[in-house]
């Protein structure tokens, strides 16, 4: 039986519910652990993930003990959970609603609890705590409404059949008996800097069915229909729950400062979008049918470089900024894992590989058969030009180090990703190729610098950093995203020494090397399954095929994929859901469909 959900659950434990806006992640016990308020990258109304005393958080769960079985409601990121206890079962359905068309909240959490036999005494909290616990909340009553406040934020707690609503102490709550047949139902209405609204049952009743019937209709429009559809369709939910609708940007996870490693220092905000992200998405939008979502994430990314190109961040805001300072906050963090920070420093980093994600992603958003206007077009050959004049310097890589910059292979090799696709472009017109000619010369001077500097005679492999001997499982983006060839010798055994060192059962981890920080972490999943992907694109099929067998098990009960995991005990690592993960796996099995065909 469930216990009364003290302590740091599993991340493993965690779904995900969204609105297009913000994203909440609720517990296998019911206890909603964190919000973000008023979007994805907001301070916290709850985030009792971080800090179980302090965060805050939203629980509904019966009194008795109770076991809890979880699912989607099928084609939605609608959650239902079951509650089965010694006197009885109850469905408790949570969503964050999707606005209609008539005067809603700002944002809208619903949680339908509804008794389906016996008779099983429930028990809810709301314990708001904004500003990531840190600015002060006062609670009161607004027409019999309880409603906690902190400077322009507001959360009006509206309660239907779910007993009396009292306000004791710091939080509002109340207790209730979940009979068969009966359906209650407690709702969170946000304000931010405007009037509170105070929906109607009927109205949160029509907005609830017309969010499950919104969420079908996108999962029905799907195209894929190759192997693995339950995951890739899975994946491509937890996709959208990212996809920032006002703008069009994908946030990297839903969550931040969950650790790498427990008790370590690792944990990272991941709510913003990265140009590392882009090539892998543009992708999988486009395997997935999602041509709506393909063309603003394409026209969000030419808005968030505008400003700075042909020099690209490493990361922006979800609305197109680049201030994401980062600072430490006072909890207590996951598992005692501190710092807990937000914001984000690699923003200031120099991440050459990025030009390459860039233009892999021009290119295939051309190739699919839209559009680049002149101004873009002439944006993207100064893009080539400046990776002409700066691929030889250090950076610090797709990893992010924190040891200081180095020659990354993998950061050549997207350099010469970027100077090819900017030829392919210049020759079908799409992009002035004045300087086309130059573009040829220095994509010849990485490969050659490469080859010279970044391979290991003796493993057989290209190395993670010039004139090193370890490896790295960026590497395989080699293959991802076309470097040499198909059927390219060196990039064969490189894909072959990765899954030989790096691999540790299914799982793959991304180098075994310093980076400037203490301590370890798990296998990163998305290396993972981009190890199946270059196994599929270099002539090992079923390889790639058994490999992607096991890997779909080590999601969730739900489908959802944390950042790492660790291979020895299989717990989730790191901020979740994380988009790299379901990237990789939506375009992994898509590239082991197109092998097979």
């Not at 931010?192 to 209709?217: G, I, K, N």
Request: some cysteine; glycine content about 10%.
């Amino acid at each position: 039986m469930a216990g009364s959900g003290e302590g740091d659950a599993p991340l493993r434990d965690y779904a995900a519910i969204g609105d297009g806006r913000t994203l909440a992640l609720v517990r296998r016990d019911g206890s909603i652990d964190w919000l973000p308020l008023p979007e994805l990258d907001s301070p916290t109304v709850f985030a009792a993930i971080l800090d179980r005393e302090r965060g805050g958080l939203f629980t509904v769960a019966p009194e008795p003990p109770y076991r809890g079985e979880r699912r989607y409601l099928p084609g939605t990121n609608v959650l239902e959970t079951i509650f089965l206890t010694g006197g009885g079962t109850v469905r408790v359905t949570d969503a964050l609603t999707l606005p209609d068309t008539g005067l809603t909240p700002y944002r809208e959490l619903q949680r339908k609890i509804e008794g389906l036999s016996g008779s099983v005494p429930m028990r809810w909290s709301v314990e708001a705590r904004f500003g990531y616990a840190g600015w002060p909340t006062t609670l009161s009553r607004r027409d019999g409404i309880c409603v906690a406040c902190a400077g322009s934020d507001a959360l009006a707690v509206r309660v239907f059949g779910a007993g009396e609503a009292t306000i004791a102490g710091t939080s509002i709550g109340g207790r209730f008996e979940a009979q068969p047949g009966s359906s209650a139902l407690i709702t969170l209405s946000f304000a931010h800097q405007e009037p509170l609204v105070f929906p109607t049952r009927d109205e949160l009743t029509a907005r609830l069915e017309a969010s499950c019937a919104s969420w079908r209709r996108w999962t029905d429009a799907r195209s894929y229909d190759g192997p693995w559809r339950e995951a890739v369709l899975r994946s491509a939910l937890a996709l959208k729950l990212l996809i920032y609708a006002p703008a069009g940007a994908i946030a990297a996870a839903g969550s931040a400062a969950l650790p790498e490693e427990i008790g370590g220092e690792r944990n990272w905000d991941y709510r913003y979008s990265w140009i590392r992200d882009s090539a892998f998405t543009i992708d999988a939008l486009l395997q997935l049918g999602c041509p709506a979502e393909a063309h603003s994430y394409f026209w969000w990314l030419m808005h968030a470089t505008q400003l700075t190109h042909p020099r690209l961040h490493v990361l922006y805001r979800l609305n197109g900024g680049t201030r994401v300072r980062e600072r430490t906050l006072p909890l207590a963090g996951y598992r005692n894992s501190r710092p807990v920070n937000i914001g984000n420093a690699a923003a200031d980093q120099l991440q050459l590989d990025t030009y390459g994600e860039l233009m892999q992603t021009a290119w295939l958003f051309a190739r699919a058969g839209n559009r680049l206007d002149r101004d873009i077009a002439h944006r993207f050959s100064r893009i080539a030009d400046f990776v002409c004049s700066n691929w030889r310097r250090a950076d610090s890589g797709i990893w992010e180090v924190r040891s200081g910059p180095a020659q990354f292979a993998q950061s050549k090799m997207l350099c010469a990703v970027a100077l090819d696709r900017a030829l392919q472009l210049a020759q079908e017109r799409i992009l002035p190729g004045k300087n086309a000619t130059r573009w040829q010369t220095e994509s010849k001077a990485i490969r050659d610098y490469v080859d010279a500097h970044c391979w290991s005679a003796g493993k057989q492999s290209y190395t993670r950093s010039a004139d090193s001997d370890e490896l790295d499982a960026s590497l395989l983006l080699g293959v991802l995203h076309r470097y040499s060839e198909p059927g390219d010798e060196r990039m064969r055994t490189t894909v072959e020494a990765i899954a030989r060192e790096l691999a540790d059962g299914p799982l793959v981890r991304r180098y075994t090397s310093g980076d400037g920080l203490s301590g370890t972490e798990g296998a990163f999943v998305a290396c993972s399954f981009w190890l199946a992907e270059a196994l599929a694109r270099t002539g090992k099929t079923d390889e790639a095929a058994t490999l992607l067998e096991q890997l779909l098990p080590l999601a969730n009960d739900v489908g959802l994929y944390s950042e790492e995991i660790d291979p020895e005990t299989g717990q989730f690592l790191g901020n979740m859901p994380q988009g790299l993960s379901h990237l990789a796996l939506i375009n992994a099995a898509s590239a082991i469909a197109e092998a097979r065909q």
